[in-house]
């Protein structure tokens, strides 16, 4: 799976954004699809993940600020930030794995810088 991540910016502190993920294929009965970030100098870390069923799984430091979502038809998964803190700058990457392996295993998208400016 070839995943192209869009969306990221410069926002000031209780800004929004919404990131994107295009997926070169998608079997939506297979693969659990995600957000992970990578804040400087720490190791990436799961924001936001979504099973085939639709199940949602976040962070407790995105709980009630971020929206993971799919679209099957468009091949896409996209990632609302609402209420941003300074603490979610981090570089974002789209993920997508089957079910059967890890987290921070599968499939990669290139990454897109998020900034929120105190």
């Known amino acids: 799976v070839q995943l192209q991540a869009s969306g990221g910016g410069s926002v000031p502190a209780g800004g929004s954004l919404r990131l994107s993920c295009a997926a070169s294929t998608f079997v939506s009965s297979i693969n659990v699809m995600g957000w992970y970030r990578q804040r400087p100098g720490q190791q990436r870390e799961l924001v936001a993940d979504i099973t085939s069923r639709g199940n949602t799984n976040y962070a407790d430091s995105v709980k009630g600020r971020f929206i993971i979502s799919k679209d099957n038809a468009k091949k896409t998964v996209d990632l609302q930030m609402i209420s941003l803190k300074p603490e979610d700058t981090a570089v974002y990457y789209c993920?997508?794995?089957?079910?059967?392996?890890?987290?921070?295993?599968?499939?990669w998208g290139q990454g897109t810088q998020v900034t929120v400016s105190s």
């Open positions: 993920n997508a794995r089957s079910p059967s392996v890890p987290r921070l295993s599968g499939s």
